[in-house]
């Protein structure tokens, strides 16, 4: 997946493939990015369908929340516009001790927007207290080999681990992991947000807007404008609407419907590949999901190009698990390539509910616009095989409630996706993943899988393990997977410089003009 990058070019880059996810024996460095340019100005109003659920970048799961605080907070690595790993707060790293020891080296002059100078005290501090389980760090299943943190001096960390991590690295540039202040509390950052990042948190008016300054002290330069303020707008419709009329500059769309008619409306619409994926999560700890039969019957029941067609359009393509480029799972390797309402039919009796069985399901209404569509389609056909869905809808903040506390049977999802398939599944899907609990579904095998995917660089020999994780999962139903699509971004003329990811991510809003 070949995107351009907008981050400005530092003197010296070192880019790290992925794929390895930088496990090697030379270190990586980058001069600090130069502080001329632009000084900054107006306000860039970011249209947004629902109000961030939190705060605190550890806990962020709503996509508005974590696009939200990558604006306020650091991460000790980035991805640049190829999903590359490319230094962040750390400037360089080194590997040693058969890659078991991993010592960074931090960027000076870095400070919080409270002031205060940003070191390795922090950074150690952010380690251990997103891996204590009564933080409740949605990431903290990235940081489990991490065995041991020192902070020698100011401007360096080592990283004892308890066996070498591939996906370490790529795992740091989560927002996630971003890195705190030492002196700050879950409750204080709960209220007014305090990082390091690009722009310092203003105002928040709860169901309205969040308000962000340019900060002036930022390593990277200060941000081209002045402030961004992100306004809540109840539905991509009403977005364009907004964007039309021109109190609203910029917004992100994944309707392709809406996007067609904002490109239609003069407006200029760019449109990326995504590693999200859309997915019927299916908790296997609740009956009648625990009968392998019942979840393989759903999975056998759908047609996913009928899912995609009906709520996207045909925008995407139908994906199994991973969508990274460099792991890309099989569509076809399931045990129903394609739909077979027979087989399903056949799975249900033998699980003994010929007549049928009712599982009830969450759907979200306002995190993503295709949510309701999807889930719809997906009644139809279950129902169909003898399968009904139960659909609850709720608003997107009630929604990620129930989801994080794995208060469900079934929820029909759109999951950021991520480079590297350890970040984006081994915190779901291994025994001791920190969101094991919403995934539903573990195994001694995968376990085993994830743990011989961490340990080695080779990336053919990364790609092997991976498909035998995509096939388990696919195997065993563990969810069903549906389909990937397109994330869109809609600027009014005069907006420049803003570059999309792949992986979603709004990073580039500190490279954005007003004209």
Known sequence: MKLPSALSAPATRCVLAVAAAALVATGCSSGTPGKEGSTGGGTLVVGYTADPNTLDPWKATQFQAVHLLEQVYGTLTELDGDLNVKPGLAEKWQYADGNKTLTLTLRQGVKFHDGKPFSSADVKSSIERIQKPETAAVAAATVKSIQSVDAPDPQTVV??????????????????????????????????????????????????????TANGDYWGGKPKVGSLEFRIIPDQTSV???????????????????????????LKVAKTPSLSYHVLQLNARKAPLDKLDVRLAISCAIDRK???????????????????????????????????????????????????????????????????????????????????????????????????AADFTAAVALNGGRPDP???????????????????????????????????????????IYTKVSRHLEDNAAWVWLFSSYGYTATTQGVAGFTPMANGSLQNLRETSLQ
Request: aromatic letters at 6%; a negative charge; proline letters at 5%.
């Open 422 to 464: 350890d970040g984006m599944y081994g915190r779901y899907f291994t025994s001791t993943g920190n969101l094991n609990k919403v995934a539903g579904y573990s195994s001694p095998e995968l376990d085993k899988l994830f743990a011989e995917g961490k340990a080695t660089t080779d990336p053919a020999k990364r790609k092997e």
């Open 306 to 404: 009928q899912v995609l067609d009906t709520a996207a359009l045909g925008a995407g393509e139908v994906t199994g698990p991973i969508t990274s480029p460099a792991y890309k799972s099989d569509p076809n390797a399931r045990p129903c390539p394609t739909r077979d309402v027979a087989k399903a039919k056949q799975l249900l009796a033998g699980a003994g509910l010929a007549n049928g069985v009712t599982i009830p399901a969450i759907v979200s209404q306002g995190e993503y616009a295709t949510s309701v569509n999807e889930a719809q389609n997906l009644q139809a056909q279950l129902k169909e095989a003898g399968i009904t869905l139960d659909l609850q809808t709720l608003e997107s903040g009630a929604y990620v409630d129930k989801w994080v």
């Open 159 to 212: 990283l004892h681990l308890t066996a070498p991590d591939a996906g370490l690295l790529a795992g740091f540039a989560t927002t996630n992991l971003a890195m705190l202040s030492k002196d700050d509390t879950s409750e204080a950052i709960g209220q007014k947000p305090n990082g390091t990042g690009a722009f310092t948190f203003g105002s928040r008016t709860a169901g309205q807007s969040v308000k962000l």
């Open 240 to 266: 364009v609407a907004a964007l039309q009329s021109g109190n609203v500059q910029f917004a992100t769309l994944d309707d392709p419907l809406v996007a067609k008619s904002a490109e239609g409306s003069g």
